[in-house]
């Protein structure tokens, strides 16, 4: 799980170019959107491809992926869930 | 009109920018429309529609939002000449407007696409990446996009905004069932985005507009009919996170009820162009390009009844912050 979370993290700096920000900056329970990390809906397109180049996963389920995309907690779950079906 | 917010902590709002998709007639006039299509037919409501257009050619409001395109299209017209374009841009829009309904009411309608267009769309769904299918607001698009499925096997969505309280009723909402593809509202922040990129992840089309800018979205200007215009850079940036191809296409009206479609350009985004739309711009002129040789040869059927040249409020604020 704290693998899934370091990868995810260095993923989301790396594709996102978030500027300045370590993966020790990354709370893992702080919202990814909004308030937290600050991503918007541009982004969560950016994380859908992300999750599939990374991880091999592909995200059909809308009301899923929202829920994932709540922290880094919510995804490192998620993945870590359809990585073990 | 497909456009995401791309500014953190601001929501995409309801917020159409400089465009609206409400029809200017009233209920009432919309229901005689339809209730003469469904008694009299095509040729009753175009009867009908001969003598309403001549009444609209006259509303201020007509004339306000049809003159930045026609002065641009075309400079240095008179007061009569621009009368007569205005009469000419609305008759065309109003056949469009009956053909639609008709399409609704009655299921007649004609899609052509050349063998070798959809060639080009057959070749392109081999590469499984999905296809974001591009057009504006020429013609009869909505009716070419209904035969998209038909076409391939795979999901079509297609982003369509509506205005709240919108009277004007599209072809499906006459017909009483589901389109044949599925409707992606791009005021819906996160859930639009996520519905646009697993149309793409599923192998699917997308279809967006190129031509209007919604909610908090960046854009992109790019050379319109002699001044820049203000694009969306949602479809351009899409196309580079997903890798999917876009189709630039237009489906211009061709006779009664006949739409044709035209794959005018395709367009390949490289990867890791990030979120500054002046990275996108280049791809934004291709489609500005595209649209611009279109409307010179379909000059009256380019209905965007707004400033297209207006900069957007957001623009301004830079430049006033910048200033």
């Known amino acids: ?85 | 009109m497909t456009s995401l917010s791309s500014s953190p902590r601001q929501p995409c709002s309801r917020v159409t920018v400089g465009w609206t998709s409400r029809s200017l007639g009233s209920r009432l006039q919309h229901a005689v429309f339809y209730r003469l299509i469904a008694v009299g037919g095509r040729k009753a409501a175009y009867a009908l529609l001969f003598p309403v257009v001549l009444l609209f050619t006259f509303k201020q409001e007509v004339i306000r939002r049809s003159a930045p395109y026609l002065q641009h299209r075309f400079p240095g017209s008179g007061h009569f000449d621009r009368w007569r374009r205005r009469r000419r841009l609305l008759w065309e829009f109003g056949k469009t407007l009956v053909d639609r309904a008709v399409a609704g009411i009655t299921g007649e309608f004609g899609v052509e696409t050349d063998q070798r267009e959809l060639d080009t769309i057959f070749e392109l769904h081999k590469e499984n990446i999905g296809l974001i299918m591009l057009s504006s607001h020429i013609g009869a698009w909505q009716m070419s996009m209904s035969v998209l499925p038909d076409c391939l096997p795979v999901p079509v969505s297609v982003v369509l905004y509506r205005d709240p309280g919108d009277l004007d009723r599209h072809y499906f909402d006459h017909a009483g069932k589901a389109p044949a593809f599925s409707v992606i509202d791009p005021s819906g922040g996160m859930s639009s985005a996520l519905a646009m990129v697993q149309t793409l992840q599923k192998g699917g089309i997308l279809c967006m507009m190129g031509d209007r800018l919604f909610g908090n979205s960046q854009e992109c200007r790019a050379p319109f009919l002699g001044e820049a215009v203000s694009l969306p850079y949602t479809p351009y940036y899409l196309a580079s996170v997903t890798g999917a191809p876009i189709v630039v296409f237009f489906s211009p009206r061709v006779g009664p009820g006949k739409v044709r479609n035209i794959i005018v350009d395709v367009i390949r985004v490289p990867s890791g162009l990030g979120k500054t739309p002046a990275a996108y711009e280049p791809y934004a002129r291709r489609f500005a390009e595209a649209m611009e040789k279109r409307v010179r040869i379909n000059p009256y059927q380019f209905f965007n009844f707004f400033n297209l040249w207006e900069q957007p409020p957001s623009r301004r604020s830079r430049q006033t912050e910048t200033a």
């Open chain 1, 1 to 85: 799980m704290n693998d899934i979370k370091e990868t995810l993290k260095k993923a989301l700096i790396k594709e996102l170019k978030l500027e300045d920000v370590n993966p020790q900056d990354i709370e893992d329970d702080a919202p990814l959107f909004g308030e937290g990390l600050g991503l918007d809906s541009l982004d969560a397109i950016e994380l859908v491809v992300l999750v599939q180049r990374h991880f091999g996963l592909s995200m059909q389920d809308q009301e899923e992926a929202r829920l994932a995309f709540a922290s880094v907690n919510a995804l490192s779950a998620y993945i870590e869930a359809r990585l073990a079906c």
